[in-house]
């Protein structure tokens, strides 16, 4: 298998502009998970998807976060306007309800908002 | 609520000695804790899992430990090698969790293996 597959790998982008993140699970899992990494928070749950319902949205920050699960392979957390603070490496990682809360992660998606 | 505290400064050992991190939880004995790999630019890793009842966990050269008295796990690297040089991330689910899906994760430690 391919593992979780993310996009964009790096993306610059302005203040105020719409950044899309872009996930595959792997073929299979039935739970996703965004999640968001920076040196002073570490790793944040942002929603976690199961059977592509949003089970628990607590994590996102803000409504200009939103984040949707159309079919059992695609996932996009969308940020708009997005703001510096923003900037942090965005990981996707899928589960399968079998392996209990062994979660695969992708390579992650590092943004950077100038 | 629950807190996970990792050692935050890096951790620098020999070739061939053995590597031990440190994940200290407060509050309620998790269900199981989880220890994750993550090399600088990449996602984390699963390593190895480690229920409530059990007390030790191995894989290769890979050793768990879980005291709940300390509320305490520790994490083992046994003849450790410049490859095992990464950042060592510890999670634990709640217990009760059913479904719920939500880790509590630590900060991590980076390990440095120097040759």
């Known amino acids: 298998d391919a593992g979780v597959i993310q996009s964009p790998r790096h993306e610059v982008t302005e203040m105020g502009q719409e950044v899309t993140l872009r996930c595959k699970p792997i073929s299979g899992h039935d739970y996703l998970f965004w999640y968001r990494q920076t040196m002073m928070r570490g790793l944040e749950l942002l929603i976690y998807f199961n059977n592509n319902v949003p089970i628990d949205d607590s994590g996102m920050p803000e409504d200009r976060f939103s984040a949707k699960m159309p079919n059992a392979s695609f996932s996009t957390l969308k940020i708009q306007p997005s703001e510096p603070r923003d900037s942090a490496v965005y990981f996707c990682a899928s589960s399968h309800s079998a392996l209990g809360n062994t979660i695969y992660f992708g390579e992650g998606s590092w943004l950077t908002v100038v | 609520s629950q807190k996970i505290e990792q050692n935050s400064e890096a951790l620098n050992i020999q070739e061939g000695k053995t590597a031990t991190l440190t994940c200290n939880y407060t509050n309620y004995s998790p269900a199981y804790l989880q220890w994750y790999r993550q090399d600088p630019g990449r996602g984390p890793v699963f390593l190895l899992l480690?229920?409530?009842n059990e007390k030790e966990k191995r894989k290769e050269r890979l050793k768990v430990t879980f005291d709940t008295t300390l509320k305490q796990s520790l994490f083992h690297i046994t003849a450790s090698q410049p490859a095992d040089s990464a950042t060592y991330l510890c999670?634990?689910?709640?217990?009760?969790?059913?479904?719920?899906?939500?880790?509590?994760w630590g900060l991590g430690t980076s390990l440095a293996v120097n040759p």
């Open positions: 480690i229920r409530e």
């Open positions: 999670a634990l689910v709640p217990p009760n969790a059913g479904n719920n899906r939500k880790l509590i």
